[in-house]
């Protein structure tokens, strides 16, 4: 089993690194191909991808975790109707809009059925990823989360330069669309080549029971990641979502370490979970807090050199959201350690009411200050919304297990960050300054760290011998 872990972990820190660094690198080129306007567009529907993945989905993905206590040997079966329902979703809604292209007259568009494919696409795609993260399918997941990514941005690429002449946007929307629908037509065959598609009702009732609350979560939660870009293309102009969205592109950085280190985490604790081994737990959770601030740090002090090399020069204004979208990554990792908790114990209806009570808050301000202060308002209200996400589900959490996660954990780490933040912007023009400030930091890590390292070190050279 710790083979199992350190091998997962290995391939998914690469295989994140790989499939977010695609992403991160193809920025500059996505920016200098495409105007701030196209830009924005496309950000804007990968949104609206983002919220049609939730409903299409209904949230059933997460149904597949606990799946793996309740119904040990019998996964697969699970997984079969799973995915047979989301399809019978999905396909229900493409139906839907053409019908009512045809017969009532509106006209929604290639747009929205490309947005209901894709996001159907990407249900299957995350039911699936979600069973060979538990299943600790390592290879076959990192398949599935490199490739639909690389092969998208590849046929987008070629497109928009070679066959699009207007309407560049289309040539970024089409492109993946196309890409995620073949990928998820794939993982329909290898599941269904297996056993054909069929619904067992007592695994239907029992994943409907958890996910169903979890709807609205879902799409709560899309709407405070992505409401932002909609509400700025409304309120303020595609041109300043533009903006707003490359240095959110910037923060994928902190997404690659969150998601690896995500994938090899939650496994590990659900076992230790059902063992009712809560030392263990507190004891990592402290190494995990400090690495991710450690690493957030980091990101925050180099952020607007890489920004710079992101994007041409109409896009760097953004440098002085960086500190609250790096902040924002950094309260969604500290509230999901909470969630997995609630997850565990299957309370998915105080998780939703939770992140609704966030997501609400987060259009209200947005309403309020978009108008006045444009993309820079964005980034502060998102950064406000995480902020009481983590302080709901903290509270909610405590309810549930008092021991777990002592609050004092997460004192100096949340402390720590939000100094940088200040120096950042007393150094934000002068970058020597702070990539001096950085490498002090690093040093000063290295040697409060010293005994940790020294341990992956000797465990290194053993496994090398």
């Known amino acids: 089993m710790k083979q199992n872990y350190e091998k997962a972990g ?14 991160f690198l193809t920025v500059p080129i996505f920016t200098r191909i495409l105007s701030t306007s196209d830009y924005g567009l ?53 139906v839907a809009i053409l019908v009512i292209q045809g017969t009532l007259q509106i006209k929604f568009g290639i747009i929205a059925v490309l947005c209901v494919i894709q996001g159907l696409a990407d249900a ?65 065959f290898q599941v269904f080549y297996k056993k054909k598609p069929s619904i067992n009702i007592e695994y239907l009732q029992y994943g409907l029971k958890i996910s169903l609350p979890l709807i609205l979560h879902g799409a709560a939660l899309t709407i405070l990641s992505q409401s932002d870009r909609t509400m700025i293309t409304i309120l303020a102009g595609p041109s300043q979502t533009g903006i707003y969205s490359v240095v959110y592109n910037f923060g994928m950085i902190a997404t690659v370490i969150t998601t690896t280190l995500e994938g090899v985490w939650v496994p590990w604790f659900m076992q230790r979970m059902s063992a009712e081994d809560y030392k263990s737990i507190n004891i990592r959770v402290k190494d995990y807090i400090h690495l991710m601030t450690y690493a957030m740090i980091c990101i925050l002090l180099c952020g607007p050199e890489v920004l710079k090399f992101m994007a041409s020069p109409t896009y760097w204004g953004g440098v002085s959201i960086i500190p609250p979208v790096v902040l924002s990554s950094y309260m969604i990792f500290m509230y999901g350690l909470y969630v997995n908790v609630e997850h565990f114990y299957k309370k998915t209806v105080g998780i939703t009411f939770n992140t609704i009570i966030a997501a609400v808050s987060n259009i209200i301000l947005n309403f309020i200050f978009i108008p006045h202060f444009g993309y820079v308002a964005a980034a502060y209200t998102t950064l406000a919304s995480y902020l009481i996400c983590l302080f709901l589900h903290m ?71």
Do not use: H
Not at 10 to 23: C, D, E, H, V, W
């Open 395 to 465: 509270y909610c959490s405590k309810k549930l297990i008092l021991e777990l996660f002592p609050i004092r954990t997460f004192v100096e780490p949340i402390g720590m960050v939000l100094s940088v933040s200040v120096v950042y912007y007393f150094m934000l023009d002068y970058a020597i300054l702070r990539w001096i400030f950085m490498v002090v930091f690093l040093v000063i890590v290295a040697y409060k760290e010293k005994n940790q390292i020294i341990g992956i070190v000797n465990g290194l050279v053993r496994r090398g011998r």
């Open 124 to 188: 299957i795609i995350m039911d699936y990823t979600q069973y060979l993260m538990m299943d600790y399918k390592y290879i076959t997941r990192t398949i599935y989360m490199v490739l639909p990514n690389l092969v998208s941005v590849i046929l987008s690429i070629f497109t928009i330069i070679y066959i699009v002449n207007d309407d560049l946007y289309l040539g970024k929307i089409v492109p993946t669309s196309i890409a995620y629908f073949i990928f998820g037509i794939t993982i329909l």
């Open 10 to 23: 290995l391939l998914y820190f690469i295989a994140t690194l790989f499939n977010k660094g695609i992403a």
């Open 42 to 94: 496309v950000t804007t529907y990968d949104s609206w991808v983002g919220i049609a993945t939730v409903v299409l989905s209904l949230s059933l993905y997460m149904a597949i975790r606990t799946a793996f206590v309740d119904y040990k040997g019998k996964t697969n079966d699970f997984l079969n109707t799973i995915l047979t329902f989301t399809c019978i979703i999905g396909l229900t809604f493409v």
